[in-house]
């Protein structure tokens, strides 16, 4: 038997009030393409009248070809399902809601023909259209989700999460095979595995509309997810790299030692006899418990600091740590009630800004291949 030159892979669980005319206007479009098709549709374990209608539309549709999980695992354990049952030599899979319409497809195909091995729909791209945007929460969530997939994970792209995506026949069943990922944040991994085979990945805009019954649920998925993240990271710890935002852990430990020793050298510093400096004042200085606490603290603070300035570009790393300066001047100024002066105001103002400039420096930079 020759191979499609094409093969849409949708996965469905209990759609059985839209499997039945998504499939019949797939069915009825993909015929346009040149060089064959096929239609998989992997049937996760549903258990409303999915099966029985699907095994209908097969009767009807001879190039639909049908693969049953006999129990419910996840969207990407059925996506992996389908890669492996796919013959075509360009695979394409897409949610069952078309909220993408088959009308993408050359436009993905076209990636690959550019010489993409993985071409990843976006709909965050500045020429993506989306006539029914999602609603403000969920688009909030999402991008919170995808700051977290570039902080955690590395990746660069803008929308790591739309459900169409295409790839050579050779990248999908490399893919499919070290994917582990059952739930919704398999589009990471399979990311992450592909940066690690050294796959060519292409993101580029789509037409993209909200449909009503997505099942993704905002709050039921959203710590799972994060938490797939974490282990994804372990997973991939080579190829998710070392995002600035890491070392905030350090940062911050710096700043609280940095304020802590200008507590207790004030302390210090209050305590000692108003002599003047020589022998007395020396041995006073030597003694005072506040004064060593004090540059304990600032010891350890430049410690923390030197082990974050070895994580992350300089550019990053100075006006992150600089903000030790700022929560000491301000402690100080609302703690002992120190004035104000000029210089100082005027350095706060200067670390603030160099925050917010360095800001996007930790964006991760896509690796040979991405694009």
């Known amino acids: 038997m020759n191979k499609p030159g094409l093969s849409v892979i949708v996965p469905v669980f209990n759609e059985e009030r839209r499997v039945v005319p998504s499939i019949i206007r797939l069915a009825r479009w993909l015929p346009r393409l040149r060089g064959g098709w096929e239609l998989i549709v992997v049937d996760d374990g549903s258990e409303d009248r999915t099966p029985a209608l699907l095994a209908s539309l097969a009767r009807r549709i001879p190039r639909l070809r049908l693969v ?105 069943r490399r893919l499919a095979s070290g994917m582990r990922e059952e739930g919704f944040a398999f589009d990471v991994e399979l990311l992450l595995l592909a940066r690690k085979l050294g796959l060519r990945v292409s993101e580029f805009p789509i037409t993209w509309s909200d449909r009503a019954h997505s099942t993704v649920r905002l709050m039921g998925h959203s710590f799972g997810m994060f938490a797939t993240l974490v282990g994804l990271r372990r997973r991939f710890r080579a190829e998710a790299g070392f995002h600035p935002v890491m070392a905030l852990p350090l940062i911050l430990t710096s700043v609280c030692f940095a304020v802590a020793g200008q507590v207790l050298m004030k302390h210090g510093a209050n305590s000692l006899p108003q002599t003047g400096f020589g022998p007395g004042f020396l041995s006073a200085v030597a003694t005072n418990q506040f004064v060593w606490g004090g540059l304990a603290c600032y010891g350890t603070s430049g410690v923390t600091w030197l082990m974050a300035l070895a994580k992350v570009d300089l550019s990053f790393a100075f006006p992150m740590l600089s903000l030790g300066f700022v929560a000491t001047a301000l402690y100080s100024w609302a703690y002992f009630g120190e004035v104000m002066s000029v210089n100082r105001t005027l350095g706060i103002a200067l670390v603030v800004a160099g925050v917010f400039l360095i800001a996007a420096s930790g964006a991760p930079q896509p690796q040979e291949g991405e694009r």
């Open 68 to 172: 049953r999980i006999p129990r419910n695992h996840g969207k990407g354990a059925a996506v992996r399902a389908g890669l492996r049952e796919a013959w075509g030599k360009s695979v394409v899979f897409m949610d069952v809601d078309l909220s993408t319409p088959p009308t993408q497809i050359p436009a993905a195909l076209r990636e690959l023909a550019r010489g993409a091995d993985v071409a990843i729909g976006s709909r965050a791209l500045p020429r993506s259209r989306l006539p029914v945007p999602q609603p403000l929460p969920r688009r909030l969530s999402g991008r919170a989700f995808n700051t977290a997939v570039r902080v955690i994970c590395g990746l660069p792209f803008a929308d790591t999460q739309c459900g169409f995506k295409a790839m050579t026949s050779r990248a999908a």
